[in-house]
């Protein structure tokens, strides 16, 4: 009887399932700017009474009134300050406004209480050598009012766009005190944007880049280094807490870098040579790693400002924990912390896509909603808007999610947000954990390495349904553990995860007892499916044969060298580069239908970009494929296996030129070509006009 009550009870339930979406549960309200404000938000802070104050890249202050909206009435922008540079940070404390400019913090003072600021004070100046990615960022405040900063790097040359610290204390965190002292606190940053206190302690997020493999959260303590060289220059300083030297650095990873600041191309880069950032900290304990990575293109391209969840439980049912925004996939993800063996580490997971423009900064509304300040002026971001200010919500409904991932010593806990259907929760088929890592190189980014499945031996669910211990094979300190849940189902209404994938950095497996309890034997030749499309590997095209009869049919869509039976050459030669911004230099090219074309993209831009032509009416498609391949798409170069596309280079380091043959469409039309890398194809466009 009592088995025929569970299974009318799941069959009931199964008609209550539906398809979950994030606006399910945390809706996105817009705030209405005047249209004569830009308002390209740089920093982002809660005043007191509840009202917000966002500081701009155009170098005003605005304080927005009313931005809850209340009585349905629109919220009133009154400017603060003006002929800034760049603030791209906002701080307010005992009365007084602290924000970073480029080359200085600056306090920030209204004296006659006429709300508009009349007193400018430079708190600290630091060097600037005048190159454009010198971002500066903060401040953070300490309970003793000490302040943190941080500075990005500048670029090198065109032919290898390296990060260098030009002047002192690029590429650092600084530490000011309340009186104007500064104390450099740690080096090893490239574009350290996002800087919190979680738990009292100091945290700052990176951006992939030279010498960065993917963006992470990492904890900084004073003398730290966390991977980017450029700032070692400044470490002989008497000042300077840390005391490695680059060319200690680089005898360790590679003795193709000495002497120092010498470079290797792109295409020297090897697995076998260059090495994880885990094993220079092995050699080298000034090295800090991440405390979690967050997976390029999965999570993020271009990560953001933290802040910690102390709503108390206003906000949902993750209170504690980390939320990150990303810029250029306008989006926001959540962290979970943990300490092992004194150590920070923890889990990643998906939150909240959707922003109408890159999400720059976040701050809390006074009851608990979020605020979030965007802007994507030069950078680039999925949401089209240039700029904006929004707030999201949390409507009171429950999510089922994952709460929390924690390490065991033979796998991990995961904790829901609602009871599990035991069912499905029980049954180890519907876990699926994979552990990998990024290469610590000079080259821009890096594709996922050493990464190998783990078998999931056993699970144990416990009574209450919150929580499933998984027994886990092949588990390796300092990977990361990418752990996906596609079967498990909730006990009240048979829903799967709203966001059913987790990514754990385990830099420390805890001590304590292994779970006891019957494990399933390893298959001894699992079946791997790779029945998606996005899954395949792509197509070595650069070795199509270069036949006498090529034909528009037996071209290669990556065609490099140019076929034998064009005697007299191409018809037509199509020169193609960047401008700043993601765009491309040209944004309409005429080509005649049916003409045999030589396209040559020149990548002179500071990141990787690829270019990709595709049939008419599919650009949005195909971009949305790019980010559906997830960990796979920089080993593809982010070009999707798909009858969508018609040609593409790959996917090019900063500074290199790649020519493709291939026949014009036979149709006349608008075609268009676009950057297929997450977060550029929405900005990094244009039209291929083919004619008769």
């Not at 420390?508 to 998606?532: C, D, T, Y």
Request: one cysteine or more; hydrophobic letters at 35%; a negative charge.
């Amino acid at each position: 009887m009592k088995n025929l009550i569970i299974s009318l009870f799941l069959v009931f339930s199964s008609f209550l399932a539906y398809s979950q979406t994030e606006d399910d549960y945390y809706p996105i309200i817009t705030l209405p700017i005047p249209e004569d404000i830009v308002l390209e938000v740089g920093g982002l802070t809660t005043l007191p009474n509840g009202n917000i104050a966002a500081s701009t890249r155009h170098g005003e202050v605005w304080i927005v009134e009313n931005p809850y909206m209340e009585n349905q009435t629109r919220p009133y922008f009154r400017k603060f300050a003006s002929g800034l540079h760049e603030a791209l940070g906002l701080a307010f404390q005992d009365g007084t406004f602290y924000l970073s400019q480029r080359g200085e913090l600056t306090r920030l003072w209204d004296k006659n209480g006429d709300q508009v600021a009349d007193f400018y004070e430079s708190v600290y100046a630091w060097p600037v050598s005048g190159h454009y990615h010198e971002y500066s960022y903060g401040p953070v405040i300490t309970d003793d009012g000490h302040m943190f900063v941080s500075g990005n790097v500048a670029f090198g040359d065109q032919e290898w766009w390296r990060g260098e610290s030009r002047v002192p204390w690029r590429g650092w965190i600084m530490r000011i005190s309340p009186d104007g002292k500064m104390e450099p606190w740690a080096t090893g940053m490239r574009s350290p944007c996002g800087l919190a206190l979680i738990n009292g302690d100091l945290f700052y997020a990176d951006n992939q880049g030279d010498w960065m493999g993917s963006g992470g959260l990492t904890h900084i303590e004073k003398g730290d280094f966390t991977g980017h060289p450029a700032g070692l220059r400044w470490s002989q300083l008497p000042e300077s807490p840390v005391k490695l030297k680059t060319e200690e650095l680089y005898a360790v990873i590679d003795p193709r870098f000495s002497p120092p600041g010498q470079a290797i191309k792109p295409e020297d880069d090897s697995s076998s040579v260059i090495i994880p950032l885990f094993e220079a900290e092995e050699k080298l304990p000034a090295i800090k790693t991440p405390a979690v990575w967050l997976p390029h293109s999965v999570l993020g391209i271009s990560t953001s400002q933290m802040i910690v969840d102390e709503t108390g439980g206003a906000f949902g049912p993750f209170d504690g924990q980390v939320f990150i925004g990303d810029e250029g996939q306008s989006k926001i993800v959540r962290v979970f912390l943990e300490k092992v063996n004194g150590e920070y580490q923890g889990a990643a997971f998906a939150f909240r896509e959707g922003f109408q423009s890159g999400v720059l900064r976040m701050t809390w509304g006074k009851e608990g909603s979020m605020f979030v300040g965007e802007t994507n002026r030069g950078w680039g971001s999925t949401g089209p808007k240039p700029f904006g200010l929004q707030r999201l919500v949390w409507n009171g409904k429950m999510p089922f999610e994952m709460k929390a991932v924690r390490a065991m010593p033979d796998g991990f806990e995961i904790e829901f947000t609602q009871p599990v259907d035991k069912t499905t929760a029980s049954n180890p088929d519907n876990y699926k954990v994979t552990g990998f890592i990024y290469k610590y190189h000079p080259v821009y980014g890096s594709p996922v390495v050493n990464d190998k499945d783990c078998f999931v031996e056993a699970v144990q669910v416990s009574r209450d349904g919150l929580k499933a211990r998984i027994v886990v094979d092949n588990l390796r300190e300092n990977y990361i553990h990418e752990i996906t849940l596609t079967g498990v189902k909730s006990y009240y209404d048979q829903n799967s995860l709203l966001h059913p994938t987790a990514y754990y950095t385990l830099n420390n497996l805890p001590e304590g007892q292994a779970l006891n309890i019957p494990k399933r034997k390893k298959p001894a030749a699992p079946v791997m499916n790779h029945s998606a499309e996005n899954h395949m590997p792509a197509a070595p095209a650069a070795d199509a044969p270069n036949t006498a009869a090529a034909t528009p049919a037996t071209l290669a869509k990556r065609q490099l060298k140019m076929p034998a039976n064009w005697a007299k050459g191409p018809e037509q030669t199509v020169q193609l580069g960047t401008n700043p911004g993601l765009k491309f230099d040209r944004t309409l090219i005429t080509v005649k239908a049916g003409s045999k074309i030589k396209w040559t993209f020149n990548n002179n831009d500071d990141m990787p970009h690829n270019c990709v032509i595709v049939k008419p009416g599919e650009v949005d498609a195909v971009g949305d494929l790019a980010i559906q391949l997830g960990l796979k798409g920089i080993n593809m170069g982010y070009i999707p296996v798909s009858s969508k596309i018609l040609f593409h280079t790959q996917l090019m380091q900063p500074g290199s030129t790649e020519s493709i043959y291939f026949y014009a469409p036979e149709k006349p039309g608008d075609y268009m070509y676009v950057c297929t890398v997450p977060g550029h194809a929405q900005l990094m466009r244009g039209v291929l006009r083919v004619t008769q």
